[in-house]
Structures are given as structure tokens and as C-alpha cells.
């Protein structure tokens, strides 16, 4: 059963450009969760998507950043217009329907966003 | 809103030497509270969780944590470091009832041979 998986792993744009980060849930998840940590910093709760929904957005930035997970694919993360502060990791994690097993997620590799 | 506090940035211990990574909680309800390590350039890998069960929950790699509601505290330990213990760890909770985890801002183990 394949895990959480990401791509791309590293991502470099520069100022101005789109970054789209894409995740996969493990087979059979369809909640996902998106999260930054910007360099020395813990995991940000940036969003949390079921299929087709935004369930809670509160920790996105209210501009450029926009999240989706559609009923077939993979779900998005889009950077509009990348600044510098912009450059981190970002993660992925996933749980199955009806909410986290006991409340764990679990975690992709993520995607190493640097703007140049 | 839930918060955990984990005291310390940076850790150092010996090989061979007790581990003890320090984290607090702050919660109106009872908490699910998680440990989770992180390897340089790597995604996060979960260590041990606990769920309202036993109050000293065993992990992988030899690590353990014990839920002290008295103190608010859920403190991970592991009695012999080992070289490869070097990571980044973090402390996380999460509110039941409530999808948001909420993470610590991290302890790095440093482990001097």
C-alpha cells in the first residue's frame, strides 16, 4: 500500500511564477491536509479538504494560495505569483473517511518550494 | 485552541545517555497527543500517539511517552540514545471531536558520539 506521495519533491520558481504542489493520499484516504514549515519553524496548519471540499481554510494566506482536491486526481496546492517568503516545505498528510484513526495522519514527503 | 509547548530548540545528549525531549500541552478537553519525528530533508514519521488509553504509551525505536494530566505534560523519552536518533522531533495535539493538528515547534536532537 503506497504511502502519501508528493511531487514535485523540489520546486524552484522565480518571483512572479505559479507553483502548483500536487499531493496523493494513501488508496482509500480522502481527507487531506496541507501544511508549511518555513525554515527553523514547526508544521502550519494551512487547509483541510475532503473530496470536492474545503472543510477549514483558516490557516491559508487570504491571497495567492488556493487549494482543491477534486473527485479524481490528485489534491493541489497553488501559489500564485511566488515571493521569496513563500520558499518552505510544504507537506502533505492524509486520514481515512470518516476522520482520523484515532486521529493520526499520515504524512508525505513533501515538496521543497525555493523562489528565487 | 489547542497549544503545545516544547521547551528547548536544540538538544544535546551522549551516546548511551537518557533521552528527554520536554513537551506541554494546553487543552480544555482531554487531548490526543502525538510524537513525530523528522529526518533531515524527510517527511514526518510518527513515533508514538496517545488516545486516552494507557497513560505510558510505547513507540517505535525505543521511545516512550507518559501522559501526566496533573502537569500537562506528555514528555518523550528513550533510555539509551543511539546515533541515529538524530532528527527533529515534534510534539503535536489534537482536539477530539476536531480534524486540526496542531504541532510544537520542534526539538533537534543532537547526539554526540
Known amino acids: 500500500n503506497a504511502g502519501v506521495m508528493q511531487n514535485p519533491r523540489h520546486l524552484v520558481r522565480r518571483r512572479g511564477q505559479e507553483a502548483r504542489l500536487r499531493c496523493s493520499p494513501m488508496k482509500g484516504h480522502s481527507h487531506v491536509y496541507w501544511y508549511r514549515q518555513l525554515p527553523e519553524e514547526g508544521l502550519k496548519f494551512m487547509v483541510y479538504l475532503q473530496k470536492e471540499n474545503i472543510i477549514d481554510e483558516s490557516g491559508m494566506p487570504k491571497e495567492r494560495f488556493s487549494a482543491e482536491f477534486p473527485k479524481e486526481g490528485p489534491s493541489i496546492l497553488r501559489i500564485q505569483q511566488v515571493v521569496r517568503g513563500d520558499s518552505a516545505a510544504y507537506f502533505c498528510?492524509?486520514?481515512?473517511?470518516?476522520?482520523?484513526?484515532?486521529?493520526?495522519?499520515?504524512f508525505g514527503p513533501g515538496t521543497r518550494l525555493t523562489v528565487t | 485552541a489547542q497549544s503545545v509547548t516544547q521547551l528547548g530548540s536544540h538538544v544535546s545528549v551522549s551516546e548511551g545517555a537518557l533521552v528527554l525531549l520536554r513537551c506541554n500541552y494546553s487543552?480544555?478537553?482531554?487531548?490526543?497527543l502525538f510524537w513525530y519525528v523528522q529526518y533531515p530533508n524527510q517527511g514526518l514519521q510518527l513515533l508514538l500517539k496517545?488516545?486516552?488509553?494507557?497513560?505510558l504509551v510505547k513507540g517505535i525505536n525505543g521511545f516512550e511517552a507518559e501522559f501526566k494530566k496533573s502537569e500537562t505534560s506528555f514528555h518523550l523519552t528513550k533510555p539509551s540514545a543511539h546515533m541515529s536518533d538524530a532528527a527533529e522531533y515534534f510534539c503535536a495535539v489534537v482536539d477530539g471531536g476536531y480534524q486540526k493538528v496542531t504541532f510544537g515547534t520542534g526539538t533537534k536532537l543532537q547526539v554526540i558520539p
Open positions: 496517545y488516545t486516552s488509553a494507557a497513560t
Open positions: 487543552s480544555s478537553v482531554p487531548p490526543y
Open positions: 498528510a492524509s486520514s481515512p473517511p470518516g476522520g482520523l484513526k484515532d486521529y493520526e495522519q499520515y
